[in-house]
C-alpha cells in the first residue's frame, strides 16, 4: 500500500563529492566485471559444444600416439582365450609398434573379463596409422548353449572379426603435430582439452559474478547517500491496464513506472525525480508515487523515453534528516 513515509528534522550531512566519484567507480566497475561474466559464461557454453561434438566425431577405438609414448589399453577377452598370454595381436601399418600385454582382470560395469596392456611406439617410429588387430573370429554357427548376447554376435559378425577388438593407433612425431590433427577447436588453439576450459571458464565467471554482486552493493549504497538510486525494473503502466484482472485495482496514473531499492533513505510521494541514462545524461522528469519500507518508485511521462534497465532515478529536492 502507498504511504508516506516520515521525514526527521535536523540537518543532514552532505556526502562530499569524493564519495560520489567513488560510487560512480564501483558502479563503472560492476558494469564492466558484469559484461566479462557473461562472456565468461558464453564461452563456456561454446567449450562444451566444441567437447560434445569432439566426442561425435571421435573414431571407435581410436588411439593417438606419440614416437617415444607409451599409454595403456584395455578391451575385452575374445571367446576362447583364459588370460592375457594367449591373445593374438596382429599389426598393420609403419613398423615400430609394440603391444605388450600386462594382466586379466574383470571388467567393473559388466563384470566380463578383461585384458589390459602397454601400448608403446619406437621414438624413431615413421608417422601415420596403424591397425593394431586383437585376433577373434566370431563363430558362425549358433547354438542353444549360447548366451543371447553370444547369439547376437554370432548373427551379427559370424565369421567376421570382433570389430570391437580392432584399434587404429594413430603415430605423430610431435605434439603439435598431434594437436594440429585435433577434432577440437579448442585444443587446436590452446593445447587444452575442451571440458577443462569451460570448467575454468564457469569458475571465473562465478567469482567475476561475485565480484560484481559486492561492487554494486558498494556502488548502490555510495550513491543513495546522494539520493541517486539504481533503476531494478521498468514497467509499462498502459500495459499493466491491459494485463489487469477482473475486479483488480487499475492504476490511477500511465506512464513509465521504475523501481528502486530505497536502502532507508527519506524520501516522500509527490517528490521530484530526475531519469539519468547508464551514461549519466538527464533524460526525463518525474515524481515519486509510491514509497514503501523497502522501494520507491517513480513515474516518468509515457510520451517521453522508455527508461532502460539499469537508469539511475535521483531525486529533485533533498529531503533533511
Same mark, same amino acid.
Given at each position: 500500500?502507498?504511504?508516506?513515509?516520515?521525514?526527521?528534522?535536523? !540537518?543532514?550531512?552532505?556526502?562530499?563529492?569524493?564519495?560520489?566519484?567513488?560510487?560512480?567507480?564501483? #558502479?563503472?566497475?560492476?558494469?564492466?566485471?558484469?559484461?566479462?561474466?557473461?562472456?565468461?559464461?558464453?564461452?563456456?557454453?561454446?567449450?562444451?559444444?566444441?567437447?560434445?561434438?569432439?566426442?561425435?566425431?571421435? &573414431?571407435?577405438?581410436?588411439?593417438?600416439?606419440?614416437?617415444?609414448?607409451?599409454?595403456?589399453?584395455?578391451?575385452?577377452?575374445?571367446?576362447?582365450?583364459? %588370460? =592375457?598370454? @594367449?591373445?593374438?595381436? &596382429?599389426?598393420?601399418?609403419?613398423?615400430?609398434?609394440?603391444?605388450?600385454? !600386462?594382466? %586379466?582382470?574383470?571388467?567393473?560395469?559388466?563384470?566380463?573379463?578383461?585384458?589390459?596392456?602397454?601400448?608403446?611406439?619406437?621414438? @624413431?617410429?615413421?608417422?601415420?596409422?596403424?591397425? !593394431?588387430? $586383437?585376433? @577373434?573370429?566370431?563363430?558362425?554357427?549358433?547354438?542353444?548353449?549360447? %548366451?543371447?548376447?553370444?547369439?547376437? +554376435?554370432?548373427?551379427?559378425?559370424?565369421?567376421?572379426?570382433?570389430?570391437?577388438?580392432? =584399434?587404429?593407433?594413430?603415430?605423430?612425431?610431435?605434439?603439435?603435430?598431434?594437436?594440429?590433427?585435433?577434432?577440437?577447436?579448442?585444443? +587446436?588453439?590452446?593445447?587444452?582439452?575442451?571440458?577443462?576450459?569451460?570448467?575454468?571458464?564457469? !569458475?571465473?565467471?562465478? #567469482?567475476?559474478? $561475485?565480484?560484481?554482486?559486492?561492487?554494486?552493493?558498494?556502488?548502490?549504497?555510495?550513491?543513495? #547517500?546522494?539520493?541517486?538510486?539504481?533503476?531494478?525494473?521498468?514497467?509499462?503502466?498502459?500495459?499493466?491496464?491491459?494485463?489487469?484482472?477482473?475486479?483488480?485495482?487499475?492504476?490511477?496514473?500511465?506512464?513509465?513506472?521504475?523501481?528502486?531499492?530505497?536502502?532507508?533513505?527519506?524520501?516522500?510521494?509527490?517528490?521530484?525525480?530526475?531519469?539519468?541514462?547508464?551514461?549519466?545524461?538527464?533524460?526525463?522528469?518525474?515524481?515519486?508515487?509510491?514509497?514503501?519500507?523497502?522501494?520507491?518508485?517513480?513515474?516518468?511521462? &509515457?510520451?517521453?523515453?522508455?527508461?532502460?534497465?539499469?537508469?539511475?532515478?535521483? #531525486? &529533485?529536492?533533498?529531503?533533511?534528516?
Amino acid at each position: 500500500m502507498t504511504q508516506q513515509m516520515p521525514v526527521k528534522t535536523g !540537518l543532514r550531512k552532505s556526502p562530499d563529492d569524493s564519495s560520489l566519484a567513488l560510487a560512480k567507480s564501483l #558502479l563503472a566497475r560492476s558494469r564492466f566485471l558484469g559484461r566479462v561474466s557473461a562472456f565468461l559464461f558464453i564461452l563456456a557454453a561454446v567449450a562444451v559444444i566444441d567437447g560434445l561434438q569432439t566426442l561425435v566425431r571421435h &573414431e571407435f577405438n581410436s588411439i593417438d600416439l606419440l614416437a617415444g609414448e607409451s599409454v595403456l589399453v584395455s578391451g575385452m577377452m575374445p571367446a576362447g582365450a583364459k %588370460t =592375457h598370454d @594367449d591373445l593374438v595381436v &596382429e599389426m598393420d601399418g609403419p613398423p615400430g609398434l609394440t603391444f605388450k600385454a !600386462l594382466e %586379466t582382470y574383470k571388467g567393473f560395469w559388466m563384470g566380463g573379463h578383461m585384458w589390459r596392456a602397454e601400448l608403446s611406439a619406437a621414438p @624413431d617410429m615413421a608417422s601415420g596409422p596403424v591397425i !593394431l588387430t $586383437i585376433v @577373434d573370429i566370431v563363430k558362425a554357427d549358433v547354438s542353444d548353449s549360447q %548366451t543371447k548376447d553370444e547369439r547376437d +554376435r554370432t548373427l551379427l559378425f559370424g565369421g567376421m572379426q570382433n570389430p570391437a577388438l580392432v =584399434h587404429t593407433v594413430t603415430v605423430y612425431a610431435t605434439e603439435a603435430d598431434r594437436q594440429a590433427a585435433d577434432n577440437s577447436l579448442l585444443r +587446436r588453439l590452446t593445447g587444452i582439452q575442451p571440458f577443462a576450459v569451460a570448467a575454468l571458464c564457469v !569458475l571465473l565467471a562465478l #567469482l567475476t559474478g $561475485i565480484a560484481n554482486w559486492l561492487s554494486f552493493l558498494r556502488a548502490e549504497k555510495g550513491l543513495a #547517500l546522494h539520493d541517486i538510486y539504481f533503476g531494478h525494473a521498468v514497467k509499462d503502466m498502459r500495459v499493466a491496464v491491459k494485463q489487469a484482472l477482473p475486479g483488480q485495482k487499475l492504476p490511477a496514473a500511465s506512464g513509465y513506472k521504475v523501481s528502486f531499492s530505497r536502502l532507508g533513505r527519506p524520501m516522500i510521494v509527490g517528490d521530484g525525480a530526475r531519469l539519468l541514462d547508464r551514461d549519466w545524461n538527464e533524460r526525463e522528469r518525474g515524481a515519486i508515487v509510491e514509497v514503501d519500507r523497502l522501494k520507491g518508485h517513480a513515474l516518468f511521462p &509515457e510520451d517521453g523515453v522508455r527508461p532502460g534497465h539499469g537508469w539511475l532515478v535521483t #531525486l &529533485e529536492t533533498t529531503q533533511s534528516k
